[in-house]
């Protein structure tokens, strides 16, 4: 396994358009997280799953935002309507969560920047 | 709330100690992070400590924590130019939900 990938690396998108990114975790995995950076800014959580269940969604995620992981495998972000403010990098992100003493880890793709125009 | 805040920027020489600064809000953190990003890669786990430690060595990393004042540090012991990168401090706010900080540029001088 290679690591957390993400598809496409960048995508140039007028506005109004919808666009889907995917994401594929590590295969062993169980947590998967979505990211946004806005340039000289961290990582701005937006969502996460444990397996299939989405547990928590920000409230950055506006209802133009949706994401699934529908077989607890690879997870897809997609944006609706897209407006200038939504061109970032969305990162992928994928952790183990056992009953045993874990540190959290989280396991970044590259990202998927958006630049809508 | 959940807030991170860390300095935006350190210029050091090579060779010399960089000591890097955050504070966090949250006192329920299990985890206190410090994560690394190069120029067009993604983050990476540079190291992390226990909430009911002080301080942590690592080769030349050393990260200190002062849970009273929710203050993380890191130190990198002789600079090297390779470690130029945005360090991102972050905390996990329970349930392994991380937040991060805006990040702090890392320029080292040769």
């Known amino acids: 396994d290679t690591g957390v990938s993400q598809d496409p690396r960048h995508k140039i998108t007028k506005r109004g358009q919808n666009v889907t990114f995917r994401c594929d975790p590590i295969?062993?995995?169980?947590?998967l997280y979505w990211y946004r950076q806005t340039l000289g800014q961290g990582p701005e959580f937006l969502t996460y799953?444990?397996?299939?269940?989405?547990?928590?969604k920000s409230r950055l995620l506006s209802d133009r935002f949706s994401a699934e992981r529908p077989k607890g495998s690879f997870s897809t972000l997609e944006i609706q309507r897209t407006e200038q403010g939504d061109s970032a990098m969305y990162l992928c992100?994928?952790?183990?969560?056992?009953?045993?003493?874990?540190?959290?880890?989280?396991?970044f793709g590259e990202g998927s920047r958006l630049t809508v125009l | 709330g959940e807030d991170v805040e860390q300095s935006l920027f350190l210029s050091v020489r090579e060779g010399d100690s960089s000591v890097i600064n955050c504070t966090y809000t949250?006192?329920?953190?299990?985890?206190l992070y410090w994560y690394k990003q190069e120029p067009g890669a993604g983050l990476q786990l540079l190291t992390y400590?226990?909430?009911?430690?002080d301080m942590k060595q690592d080769q030349r990393l050393t990260v200190l924590l002062n849970k009273k004042d929710k203050h993380l540090s890191l130190r990198i012991a002789d600079t090297q130019t390779g470690d130029s990168a945005i360090y991102f401090c972050?905390?996990?706010?329970?349930?392994?939900?991380?937040?991060f900080g805006a990040g702090t540029r890392l320029f080292v001088k040769a």
């Open positions: 992100a994928s952790s183990l969560l056992t009953g045993r003493l874990i540190t959290g880890e989280l396991f």
């Open positions: 295969s062993e995995h169980n947590r």
């Open positions: 799953f444990q397996n299939e269940a989405q547990l928590e």
């Open positions: 949250d006192s329920s953190s299990t985890y």
């Open positions: 400590i226990f909430s009911n430690m």
């Open positions: 972050a905390e996990d706010t329970g349930g392994f939900k991380t937040i």
